[in-house]
């Protein structure tokens, strides 16, 4: 009887570990280990294909995951707006076919639907090489801003700003980002780039560093 009792135990763990198993993306099927592919129905979201540490995210607000060169880049020229219009474009004339069809019925008038169009914004996503070792992200690059007039000095990019921050050649530094606890600016050389932490780490305002998310100081408007 005891006998039983162990085999029975063991099937319901099995079955147990099996429910609670990674999640499967099948568009990491084909791909390498430790890189990134597009989610295909939406062009902010990412998959992080890396066996069983496989997971799905989205790009910071503004953004969209470029497959080209696996990074998230600040849309700026409403690269994710158009590819939602041409996806409209493909479905319109079967969704008039088949109203005109209805219509020949019974006679009634088909009704347009409104689609929604994705964000506008660009940007190149990197892994901090001071941040703990582990997978790497993608990031978020703009070109550096020149100013019309030499003499006047430059907004300094060191206080944190509700938007993008300004970056300038002579000023590099650090910034957070106001919404995603996980991703902050970075001024280089003039350029604008999103950094996001590793994997369950967050950037810790007070430090400029990437810690544990319970270690973590998330940037806040209170500071």
Not at 22 to 30: D, I, K, L, R, T
Not at 54 to 77: I, L
Not at 110 to 121: E, K, L
Not at 134 to 157: L, R
Request: with cysteine; glycine share 6%; proline share 11%.
């Amino acid at each position: 009887m005891p006998l039983q009792v162990s085999w029975l135990s063991l099937l319901i763990l099995t079955g147990f570990l099996t429910s609670i198993e990674a999640e499967v993306f099948p568009q990491c099927a084909n791909a390498p280990l430790d890189t990134f592919v597009m989610a295909i129905e939406d062009c902010a979201s990412y998959i992080y294909c890396n066996g069983d540490d496989s997971f799905r995210d989205s790009c910071p607000e503004s953004t969209y995951f470029d497959d080209r060169t696996q990074e998230c880049a600040f849309d700026d020229e409403g690269v994710c707006l158009r590819n939602s219009d041409s996806v409209l474009t493909e479905e319109l004339p079967d969704k008039q076919a088949t109203g005109e069809e209805q219509d020949g019925i019974d006679g009634t008038t088909p009704v347009p639907t409104n689609a929604s169009t994705g964000s506008a914004d660009s940007s190149t996503l990197q892994t901090d090489p001071a941040t703990p070792p582990s997978e790497s992200f993608p990031s978020v690059t703009t070109p550096p801003t020149t100013s019309p007039n030499p003499s006047s000095p430059s907004p300094k990019p060191s206080s944190p700003a509700q938007g993008r921050p300004h970056c300038d050649a002579s000023g590099d530094g650090d910034h957070p980002h106001p919404q995603r606890c996980e991703y902050y600016y970075r001024c280089l050389s003039g350029y604008l780039t999103i950094v996001r932490c590793p994997y369950k780490y967050g950037w810790d305002f007070p430090t400029k560093q990437c810690k544990p998310v319970s270690e973590a100081q998330c940037f806040s408007y209170n500071y």
